[in-house]
């Protein structure tokens, strides 16, 4: 999963990023609003963490510009004050969800997942393909009820085909969201995790269509 966490103290802004790339998420930081826009306008996110207080511009205006550009992705407020003026405005502009100052980090994490659930259309943290189910709280992967050991970049690609289970997945979509700016996003590189997925995982979990990307089985 990829996530992008606009919030301009680095101090606030670093326990959401390490909380959330512990619970499986690809986060890229930002500290600033107009930059928050851009990115969210631009670039494919499956969960946004949102501080209304950006430089720049501020929250509610990039949420309300990322709207009226038909931008779905969930996006999770954090409200300074968690006054209730606050949190209707956000929740007006366009918010999925808002989560005041000071908060825990578990529960940052457990809104975070639950957005990305519902966006994908699962109701809980148990997930479910053909033979293959993934607990997204406790980052298990099992085929058949049997565990399989896999590492982070491979759970995240479980998990975004999982998300993404009605259909094929190009390979530019996946490298986007396994990768980072700083690492090689090469086809082969996706190719290699894949191919170590299914000789974990066995035939008949992973399939490829031609020319249109990669799938779960669902039978």
């Known amino acids: 999963m990829r996530a992008l966490a606009a919030e301009d103290d ?29 990115l969210g306008d631009t670039e494919a996110y499956d969960l946004v963490v949102l501080d209304l207080g950006l430089p720049g511009m501020d929250g509610l205006a990039v949420l309300k510009r990322w709207r009226a550009n038909g931008r779905a992705m969930p996006v999770l407020v954090l409200t300074a ?4 003026q606050e949190r209707v405005e956000g929740i007006e502009a366009g918010a999925d969800d808002d989560l005041p100052k000071p908060f825990r980090m578990e529960e940052l994490v457990a809104r975070a997942r639950a957005l990305v659930h519902r966006s994908g259309g699962h109701s809980g943290a148990l997930q479910e393909a053909g033979a293959l189910s993934l607990d997204t709280n406790r980052m298990r992967v099992a085929v058949r009820g049997v565990p399989v050991q896999v590492t982070a970049l491979e759970y995240r690609l479980l998990a975004y085909l999982m998300q993404n289970r009605e259909r094929p997945v190009p390979p530019t979509e996946l490298l986007e969201h396994l990768y980072g700016d700083d690492d090689a996003r ?23 269509r031609r020319g249109f990307g990669s799938f779960l089985e669902t039978a």
């Open 10 to 38: 680095p101090r606030i802004a670093s326990d959401p990023s390490d909380a959330l790339t512990a619970a499986g998420f690809r986060v890229e930081v930002t500290g600033d609003g107009e930059d928050a826009w851009f």
């Open 81 to 84: 004050r968690g006054t209730w």
């Open 186 to 208: 090469e086809a082969n590189a996706l190719e290699a995790v894949i191919a170590r997925l299914r000789r974990k995982l066995g035939r008949g979990v992973i399939g490829t």
